[in-house]
DNA sequence: AATGAATGAGCGTTCATTCAT
DNA sequence: CATGAATGAACGCTCATTCAT
């Protein structure tokens, strides 16, 4: 038992000086040599606990998202309505992205594009916790609270597409400063529509996409030239 | 003239051969050795047009994008409504992404995380492009087709964000396989929203969430034990 | 007592795996951390009764060389004739080798290159057991059996290099599958000689080599031109 | 022309700096490091014209290979008698790895155990060139100058087997010094035998090995304890 | 304009060996 | 006696980039 102690006590100690450097730098920049160093330890050492550079890096996500999805499912439980836990949801990935920043940046500017890391462990955690989603909107769908007509999968697209471009735009330009703020008027926005249920003029029906029609274009080489 | 003609179609050839490595091995897989192979033109050669690998990998959107968005800037001329509108870019992203998949690739994989191509002028034509969208959701609340109290930053960035997860998860798994079937539903989901109109329960209100209140948590290790 | 050979038997099992491996692998490409694992004792403990990688190599042949030997020593007791024992010699050599594959890998095509192994206890006890020829030379040259002006070290030479020639062969290539089967012909070969005495045709009297005289090329380049 | 002369310079360069590290060294002992500064290179540039570290090895026999047999052929027209022809063989063996003590050492120490170097170039021209001797014992058995009933394959052996001892022995301890002086007496005692004919005594007449009989041991242990 | 040739700079990974316990 | 843990010390190999021609 001590000895597991230590043992996940040297990983831990790595894994936290491997993200700092890897948030830091990204991946191909950041070397071995320097996360032995941050993490006190000799770069033959880390070898002992992970197999290769990336096994390390996708070793990093696991213990973050578990944590974030274990409170995520925590507070689901104490809350009712469907709107209402999707606003929860959405305040505790901003929430826990804004608090662990490396973690966000580890996962939206390094392990998102990664294929192998689809077949990790750490995504593995990832996906349960964003089934958390669909989840919700079954739940709402079925109450009555949701259209009927909603397609689960897209409505988490919109959900996780939306969290992902925000807080990959705050990772790189650093704003807004508080992504919390951002969490009400999404939630918002998503779950009423931007369409003005007051006064919907007529003539601007909406019109479908056509599928597989070709997009005629009057002359492509025109505008730019 | 015809030296410039030359020196251009040099350029694009080059440009074109390393829009395929990179799209499929990401840029530190990819070396200018296949890239010079693949253009049928020497190493030493590509350093002629380009300075350095990144600079080579900066200019690879240019193009694609400038004729995306000015085929974009055309289509928005002949449409009325911003719903259709928004549809109609929404489509244009969906469709041009599908179309050019070297350029979704690099667009989404690579690019998409890169601060230094913040400052390029191929990020500058996509921040143009991309502010179509703004345009549109300012013009739908002017005219009442939309809330008056819609945020268009976050309008964009909810549309923005669901295109680019859609099209990278389609990148990463390649699924669906055909991405203009998602914009009809996309659109209705994000014009209409997801509440159900007919029949809100009265209980369920909406709450909001607390902003910079520390999330309470029972006790971190509890859930998961 | 009991503790001696207890480290004795330890010893024997640290040789026992380290044989196996070296075998298979060859020096370099073998490594600790698959000899303690095969010895199912802990890297570490390796070096409680080997010095170094190296030492535990040069510990293998002693014990087989020793066996081999002493059987080859009681052989020859029993046995009456220069040539006779001669045979017997080159028999038990092929017939240990082949029975021993490890102990003849690691002698061939590992040791017999390391110079360090010239002042070994192992190259000793492999130095004394070559002896036997000498001795058997020499007795068949003062019995009148062999001729008188013989050189017993380059006879013994010519027997050791044929047997290692052709067990290094079977080990490289695993052909002929029994080595025990070009025992006679070797030996008769070597005994008797390759000249034809029925009909030695006058002409073609055999020319001694000049030592010393540098031999005359017409051209270098020319013959493969 | 001049650009593959250039070339082919650089490689003899680097092959002849290799040479002489890998002969001292062994294999694994000598580092690209030394063999770039021994050629006045880089390293990286070691790799423009080999491969790998094992692909330069296996570069090194080729062209001195060739050249002695090369040499080797020219002589043995201009000789008669097979017996003759294996004892020049025999001297343009002995000569030439004493004149190219590098090769020696790296055919004999390094490459005879390497079972990928069966595989190569360098390999294929030995072949080619051990093959001599088979066709000079094949012409002195049909000219009746050597005894019908003999396995070429196995007097090759002999012959090989005898001259990679005794050179193996000069590269490991120096001795004797001048390896020519062995020719005469090894060829004599090969072609001649070792057999006294003069007065063979009846009753030391010759046994054969018994093939797949179990070599009866007195007592395992005793010997040696 | 085009490139063959050369290289500097760097890094992940391995493993024999040590030593405190 | 046994070993878990730690590491020092290497090294082969890659590749973007330069420059003389």
Redesign the pocket.
């Known amino acids: 038992m001590a000895?597991?102690k230590?043992?996940e006590a040297?990983k831990k100690q790595i894994i936290h000086a491997a993200a700092t450097v890897f948030a830091e730098k990204g991946f191909?920049?950041?070397?071995?040599?320097e996360i032995a160093k941050k993490a006190?330890?000799?770069?033959?050492?880390?070898?002992?606990?992970f197999?290769?550079?990336?096994?390390l890096l996708f070793s990093i996500p696991a213990a973050s998202a578990r944590e974030i999805f274990d409170l995520m499912e925590f507070h689901l439980k104490l809350i009712r309505g469907a709107a209402n836990k999707l606003r929860s949801i959405v305040f505790l990935f901003m929430h826990s992205y804004q608090q662990h920043t490396e973690f966000a940046a580890i996962i939206m500017l390094i392990l998102k594009h990664n294929k192998r890391f689809l077949e990790t462990e750490g995504h593995l955690i990832i996906r349960q916790g964003i089934r958390h989603i669909n989840k919700v909107v079954e739940e709402g769908i079925a109450s009555g609270e949701f259209r009927k007509d909603l397609n689960p999968y897209l409505v988490r697209s919109i959900i996780i597409g939306t969290i992902e471009h925000l807080v990959t735009n705050w990772l790189m330009t650093g704003r807004p400063e508080n992504l919390e703020e951002l969490v009400d008027p999404v939630v918002d926005c998503i779950v009423e529509g931007i369409q003005n249920r007051q006064d919907p003029p007529a003539h601007w029906s909406m019109q479908r996409m056509p599928v597989n029609v070709p997009v005629n274009v009057p002359d492509q080489g025109a505008p730019g030239a």
């Open positions: 000895v597991k230590k043992t040297r191909q920049d950041a070397t071995i040599s006190r330890i000799s770069e033959a050492s880390i070898y002992e606990y197999t290769t550079k990336e096994g």
